[in-house]
């Protein structure tokens, strides 16, 4: 630690950072522009000016811009000097020349940095007579809007979209005072991070083109804590809403996982909440096709007969909640209680839980500060889309540790950019098909799964001898093999990536073989990460269902949040649900299974319940509504729990909140109990009161609705959690936990972050939320898998058909947001140039592919990169009947 | 003794004091036009509404009587979708008025506005929008503002110079 004098205030304060960084972190306020925390200082914008003095008797001082001047022990500065004030105040009068009077028509009013920054400095009368400078903006997209009048030329977002997240189709053009922010020409902004560009920029010149439409001011939203539903990461976000629709997602700060940033699934799928496929009444299946609507006391009623009469079995979901999946699993007994998820996938689940028992995963912080990666297997891009840009990060590191002789500080971020020039880490991709990582990988290697697995053992073998050979590697791939070992044995930090992409047990183990074969040889901090398909996948997995494949020849069946038909093949589940018996589906979305049901439950969706996630690294994490589920609606375990009191089941009927029933799961199961921990109890208050939901300016609130009825009606209450859907209650920061949205005097946007952690850019004050529930157990981490896959062997006139996984469209819930769903791939099988043309087929052509003895029709996509033998179908489209990939398919000439 | 006769002597001569009651309402009150009465929602001078929706005179207000919602229409002009005021709960403090930053709210020196039913007092769009420019004749936001509208295009608004040719690379 050194000590720097603040306006003769002695601070302790970390030598390695620079002083923008420390004032920020020990709570000063001082103005800034271009400097972000993940980002790092480049001096663009003349800001933080701060008087710097050479010694205590130095009266005249000089101006040094804070983000650009490393901490010295001993160093006296001042922020509030004249001068220092003034200069900031000059800057922000220069860069308002130009800027439009826009702020109550700019979608950035209320949240903006640059009004912040504005009032902050005390600028607030314009001198400067001469026309203004304008632009032209750009389309660019459904997701971001552009309105590029606003510009203060921080540089922020090139900064972010390139040197951070890879993106190549966005840039600086022109010259002097006509830079100009955007793309060559107008068009889709093709990076999965660009929605961060709203939050990044500190003007409006980038903002949420989805929330334009149904436009909400920042301080009008009421806010939850929440957890993204569209992947297994588990990164942190706060819902806002309005007038009972669900305006918006922005990024909420957790240091080991998002940081400040989300791919734009987790940003924009929100719009499902408000889709017209949304259930919203009880209803009954009369005859086919004809429905009759049901108040909830009857449906409840209805099955709670059932569930009496006893011949009901269960089937989770992965998009669940744990309280949800645990409730179903005590309605039904733990014996007919099944996987909503296939077998294969169930194994795969439950082989990366027993893997994170051996070692813990690495958080996306540790992920970003590997030294030397190999991803085998899984397009993480498009399957855990925030993790591939931490993994972006990590090609940084070596470059990074070499500068140190050049004494370079790494948030220096023009100067390390340069030294480091095009130089990269070790990162090693082996695929199916191209990932959108393959930019920055040194090698690429793309094969089947089964091939990529015994590249994997090979590797573990080289790292150590006893691990299970692999008979008969081809030669380049036992070079490659090679090269890969001695990147990782030779790296502090190396890392292994895979996941349940491929559906392959062998990739896991091989996976795991090489990180136990670095461990061996005392590489502690080798990590293995294991991405994993939903939000609760690993939370299903951990309740320890039975196989889907064993569901059957109950009376009546119960599918909690799922549709079977994205499950298992429709033939299958047509079987499944055939004769007479009963299907009851609680989900908040209409959706083929659904539509078969007896008996349809509306459910709320996320963003209308309190639950819990389990995420990638085996993280409990509770999310909360942010309203509550209207009319009808209500959630999955209140509607079970009311069938159980209709069925006189006595443990769940006393279930009043959520900790009534966590309680009830953790004297059940007490392996899980430490979920109890993921968020404080629905009763505990800060100093007596609750935690407000909505901003202490919500405004509306004696009007919002006077035309239904001019009194006030009471906020609704929330038994579930100790926030409030209300202004009122204690204003300090409540535990990370609970911490709806970020906002503090005088810093309004975003960058508000700030003023909640402990230092800028580490842990939130009072620790980042969540509690791993998987546990290293004490005892050594194992032995080698020795499963090693035989090579592949082809098969004459069929190909391997594998899941192409897109970022929008292979997850169902984002797809019924209408943005996400233009952004979505229009089914297609992809095939390689050489293998389209043995079958005489052109791009663009239609096929017929033959699965299970059906033929598919699709259009032909040509992909260079797909390996020979193999073809590809995109994931998860709901056009798409539920494939069980990789499996063994027929390709025909179609017709038409 | 005194001051009884003294105090039946005022009463007996205020009786012949010219009277100050004004016959309301027969005899209107003059009103200065900042008085802070019923309030509307004004026109700009080229008769299109001028509320942008931007929500500043809904966050000001003291007892949170203002609702709405903003929307555009297809060419990117901004308005309100609906505007709500629950006059039974509005103090007529003018602070919506300070705070607007289109002069599209204003109060009126108009009070008369009482009802038998507190329902009633809740105004909609419909009946808070006149069709005029109120007390503030000449401003057009539309016209100061560098966004883009149906009618308006970059580089045309006030003191704005015409939108940058980026491919000219003279210093
Ligand atoms: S960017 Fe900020 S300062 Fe500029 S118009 Fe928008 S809200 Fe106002
Ligand atoms: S567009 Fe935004 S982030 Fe980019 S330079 Fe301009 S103000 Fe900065
Ligand atoms: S006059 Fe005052 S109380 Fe009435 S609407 Fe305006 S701000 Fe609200
Ligand atoms: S302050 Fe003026 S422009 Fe803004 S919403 Fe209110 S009335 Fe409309
Ligand atoms: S923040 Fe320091 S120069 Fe921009």
Redesign the pocket.
Same mark, same amino acid.
């Given at each position: 630690m050194a000590t720097i004098y603040v306006d003769d205030r002695p601070c302790r304060v970390d030598p390695q950072q620079n002083l923008l960084h420390v004032c920020l972190s020990l709570g000063f306020n001082l103005p800034y522009f271009c400097w972000h925390p993940a980002l790092g200082s480049v001096g663009a914008c003349r800001q933080c000016a701060v008087k710097l003095f050479r010694d205590a008797h130095d009266r005249r001082g000089k101006l040094v811009m804070a983000c650009m001047t490393p901490v010295a022990d001993g160093a006296r500065i001042s922020l509030a000097d004249p001068d220092a004030l003034a200069f900031r105040a000059g800057i922000i009068e220069g860069m308002m020349h130009n800027h439009p009077h826009d702020c109550p028509v700019c979608d950035e009013g209320g949240e903006c940095h640059l009004q912040d920054m504005t009032v902050m400095t005390g600028h607030d009368y314009r001198r400067y007579s001469f026309p203004k400078r304008t632009f032209r903006n750009q389309y660019l997209g459904p997701l971001v809007n552009h309105e590029m009048n606003r510009c203060i030329q921080c540089y922020r977002c090139v900064r972010f979209y390139r040197e951070y997240a890879g993106g190549r189709d966005f840039n600086v053009f022109g010259i002097r005072n006509l830079v100009y922010f955007g793309r060559y020409q107008d068009g889709v902004l093709e990076n999965e991070f660009a929605g961060n560009l709203d939050e990044v920029c500190p003007t409006g010149v980038f903002t949420d083109a989805t929330h334009k439409r149904h436009y909400t001011r920042k301080w009008d939203l009421q806010f939850a804590p929440s957890i993204c539903i569209h992947c297994g990461v588990g990164c942190n976000l706060s819902p806002g809403e309005r007038y009972g629709l669900l305006r918006r997602i922005v990024n909420r700060y957790h240091q080991d996982l998002n940081s400040y940033f989300l791919c734009d699934r987790g940003r924009y799928g929100y719009e499902f909440v408000n889709s017209e496929s949304r259930l919203r009444q009880a209803r009954l299946g009369i005859a086919a096709g004809k429905w009759q609507s049901l108040a909830a006391q009857p449906a409840a009623a209805w099955l709670g007969k059932l569930l009496a009469a006893g011949d009901v079995i269960g089937i989770g979901s992965p998009r669940a909640s744990l309280e949800a999946n645990y409730a179903l699993r005590l309605a039904v007994g733990p014996r007919r209680f099944f996987a909503g998820v296939s077998d294969v996938e169930l194994r795969l689940l439950r082989l990366a839980a027993d893997l994170l028992r051996r070692q813990p995963a690495p958080t996306l912080r540790e992920m970003e500060s590997a030294d030397a990666v190999l991803v085998l297997g899984e397009d993480v891009t498009n399957t855990a889309p925030r993790m591939a840009l931490s993994l972006r990060q990590a090609v940084r590191q070596q470059p990074l540790a070499e500068l140190e002789p050049l004494k370079i500080p790494v948030w220096l971020d023009h100067a390390a950019r340069e030294a480091a020039q095009e130089r990269r880490g070790p990162f090693y991709i082996a695929t199916p098909a191209a990932t959108r990582l393959d930019d920055i990988a040194a090698e690429t290697w793309h094969a089947a799964p089964g091939e990529l697995a015994r590249l994997g053992f090979a590797v573990a073998r080289v790292l150590d001898e006893s691990a299970p050979a692999v008979a008969d590697l081809p030669p380049p791939v036992q070079a490659l093999a090679g090269r890969i070992a001695a990147a990782l044995s030779s790296a502090r930090r190396p890392l292994v990536v895979s996941g349940l992409a491929c559906r392959s047990a062998a990739l896991l183990e091989a996976s795991a073989n090489i990180a136990l074969a670095l461990r061996r040889s005392r590489q502690d901090h080798a990590r293995l990460a294991i991405a994993v398909p939903e939000a609760n996948s690993l939370g299903l997995a951990l309740l320890d269902p039975r196989p889907l494949s064993e569901a059957a020849g109950a009376e009546a069946l119960i599918v909690l949040e799922n549709d079977l038909y994205r499950r298992a093949s429709a033939s299958w589940v047509d079987e499944l649900l055939a004769g007479e018996r009963r299907l009851i589906a609680l989900d908040c979305l209409e959706h083929p299974t659904t539509r078969r049901a007896s008996l349809v439950l509306p459910a709320a969706a996320w963003s209308e319940d309190e639950g819990t996630f389990v995420n990638y690294e085996g993280r409990a994490q509770r999310y909360f509504a942010a309203c509550p589920p209207p009319g009808e609606i209500q959630s999955s375990w209140r509607w079970l729990r009311d069938a159980m009191r209709e069925a006189g089941r006595e443990a769940a009927a006393g279930w009043q909140s959520l900790d009534d029933l966590l309680a009830g799961l953790a004297r059940d199961l007490p392996a899980l109990a430490p979920v109890l921990n993921a968020a404080p109890p629905a009763d505990f208050r800060m100093a007596g009161a609750r935690i407000p939901r909505q901003p202490h300016r919500y405004s509306g609130r004696t009007a919002i609705l006077a035309n239904l009825d001019v009194s006030e009606p009471p906020p609704p209450p929330d038994p579930d959690s100790p926030l409030a859907y209300s202004m009122e209650g204690n204003p300090d920061q409540p535990p990370a936990a609970l911490l709806p949205f970020a906002w503090a005097p005088g810093w309004n946007s975003y960058q508000a972050w700030n003023k909640f952690q402990e230092e800028i850019y580490g842990p939130l004050r009072g620790g980042n939320p969540g509690v791993l529930l998987l546990a290293p157990e004490p005892r050594p981490a194992g032995d080698f898998f020795r499963n090693v896959p035989p090579p592949l062997a082809g098969r004459d006139g069929e190909w391997l058909l594998l899941p192409l996984y897109h970022i929008f469209g292979s997850e169902m819930l984002s797809r019924y947001a209408p943005a996400i769903r233009q952004l979505s791939p229009a089914p297609y099988l992809a095939l390689s140039a050489a293998d389209a043309g043995s079958l005489g087929l052109h791009a663009g052509e239609n096929v017929a592919l033959w699965l299970d003895g059906r033929a598919i029709t699709l259009s032909l996509k040509i992909r260079p990169d797909l390996p020979p033998g193999c073809a590809g179908v995109p994931a998860g489209l709901e056009a798409l009947p539920a494939l069980e990939l990789p499996a063994w398919s027929r390709i025909e000439r179609g017709h038409g | 003794m005194f001051g009884i006769v003294r105090t039946i002597w005022d009463v007996f001569r205020h009786g012949f004091q010219p009277r100050v009651t004004r016959q309301y309402p027969e005899q209107p009150a003059y009103l200065p036009p900042r008085w @802070?009465g019923r &309030?509307i929602l004004s026109r700009d001078p080229d008769g299109g509404e001028r509320c942008v929706a931007c929500y500043l *005179?809904a966050i =000001? #207000?003291? =007892?949170? *009587? &203002?609702a709405l919602q903003a929307t555009e229409d297809a060419a990117g002009r901004r308005y309100p979708e609906f505007f709500r005021?629950n +006059?039974s @709960? #509005? &103090? +007529? *403090?003018?602070? #919506?008025?300070?705070?607007c930053p289109t002069y599209a &709210?204003q109060?009126t020196p108009d009070f008369e506005m009482s009802e038998f039913r507190r329902q009633n007092l809740v105004y909609e769009k419909e009946d808070l929008l006149i069709s005029g420019p109120g007390k503030y004749p000449g401003y057009n936001f539309w016209r100061v503002a560098g966004v883009k509208i149906g009618g308006k295009d970059k580089g045309e608004s006030e003191n704005e110079a015409p939108p940058a040719d980026l491919r000219q690379l003279l210093p």
């Open positions: - | @802070r &309030i *005179c =000001v #207000c003291p =007892v949170d *009587c &203002i005021i +006059f @709960r #509005c &103090i +007529f *403090c003018g602070y #919506c008025e300070d705070a &709210i109060l």
